[in-house]
């Protein structure tokens, strides 16, 4: 299979239907161990400081590992992605732009998918039966989230890790499958977390700074129970076709729709504090006002750039905020049973 790099979650079952296999340039880039050299490549080239680390680290991966051919989403993700694509395409990369439509809906979602298909030389019909193998992996992906939030058996960092790898199943969905599945086996014998942990949601772009953040929330007493972007990268409103599958993810539609499903999943999950993380230099950050007003929680914005570690500051707000937590906590008990 020829090798595709994709910026973020796309319908990988036309791609795979097309005999391409796509790689997910974020993770590729996140789990090397010289994400700063990645990101130095695009600044040597020209790209800004000013400019969000994980578009950087794409371009510096993209070079790096030679990387022929890379579908752009160019509408319902980023707007930094439309002048990488240009900036791929000046260094002889092959790029194939894929815009979501601007609403969710089912009927425009089968064009572009339809159009998508058409370019890349296959068909719907094939994509669907991907869609149909994929769909052991992705039941996978949803029981993980279950035993993280209702059973309290996965850690926050397991849940980020196998939910964001959806996005391509690490290249390979059977090893994924089999991999994950091993670790469900191993997990539904654990002893599950205590009661006493205060309960977190996380929202926003993934972190770059994940193997940091999670294991100190834990050592703070308080566990990530909802992965907001990371989950909705497995697809958990499937729907019964691919056209239904990629209007239900919230992603790349309006803002409006995934506060809906935030809202709904922090009551389900009983979340104590949403930690909301942006990305220095991103437009999604100022989403943040929007979220602000629609959940009715406290709400910790944490802002991201090239630290790939966590710094005391950021360790000490998140701190502030768990303590705040338990006071709210005690307070609302208190007062409930006085
Ligand atoms: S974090 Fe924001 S600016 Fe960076 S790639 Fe994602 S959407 Fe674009």
């Excluded at 800004?48 to 579908?71: A, M, S």
């Excluded at 599945?181 to 654990?190: I, P, Q, S, V, Y």
């Excluded at 205590?194 to 566990?223: K, M, S, T």
Aim: net charge neutral; glycine share 8%.
């Amino acid at each position: 299979m020829k090798t595709i790099g994709i910026t973020t979650t796309v319908p990988i079952e036309v791609l795979l239907a097309a005999g391409y296999q796509p790689v997910d340039l974020n993770n590729l880039f996140i789990g090397s161990i010289e994400r700063e050299r990645m990101v130095s490549i695009a600044e040597r080239a020209g790209f800004p400081q000013n400019c969000c680390t994980w578009i950087k680290g794409i371009y510096g991966v993209c070079l790096e590992h030679d990387v022929k051919n890379v579908l752009c989403v160019t509408t319902g993700d980023c707007s930094n992605t439309t002048m990488l694509m240009e900036v791929l395409r000046l260094k002889g990369v092959d790029v194939l732009p894929f815009a979501y439509p601007e609403q969710p809906d089912a009927v425009l979602m089968q064009k572009a998918l339809q159009n998508l298909a058409q370019t890349l030389g296959t068909t719907i019909a094939k994509a669907e039966k991907v869609r149909k193998e994929l769909e052991r992996a992705r039941q996978l992906a949803w029981k993980l989230d279950e035993l993280t939030w209702r059973d309290g058996l996965v850690s926050g960092l397991e849940s980020h890790y196998w939910l964001v790898s959806t996005s391509d199943f690490n290249g390979d969905y059977m090893e994924y499958e089999r991999r994950l599945g091993g670790l469900l086996a191993e997990a539904k014998g654990r002893k599950p977390y205590h009661d006493d942990f205060l309960r977190l949601a996380y929202i926003g772009v993934p972190p770059v700074f994940a193997g940091g953040l999670y294991p100190y929330i834990e050592q703070n007493g308080a566990r990530v129970v909802f992965n907001e972007i990371q989950l909705q990268f497995a697809m958990p409103h499937p729907g019964s076709s691919l056209a239904e599958q990629y209007s239900n993810y919230t992603y790349p539609y309006s803002i409006r729709g995934r506060a809906k499903d935030i809202v709904t999943e922090l009551h389900r999950r009983r979340i104590d504090g949403v930690i909301h993380y942006v990305q220095a230099f991103c437009h999604r950050g100022i989403g943040d006002i929007i979220f602000r007003h629609a959940i009715h929680l406290p709400v910790l914005t944490l802002e991201g750039n090239t630290d790939f570690t966590l710094n005391a500051h950021v360790k000490t707000r998140i701190e502030a905020f768990l303590d705040m937590l338990r006071r709210r906590a005690t307070t609302t008990s208190g007062t409930s049973g006085g």
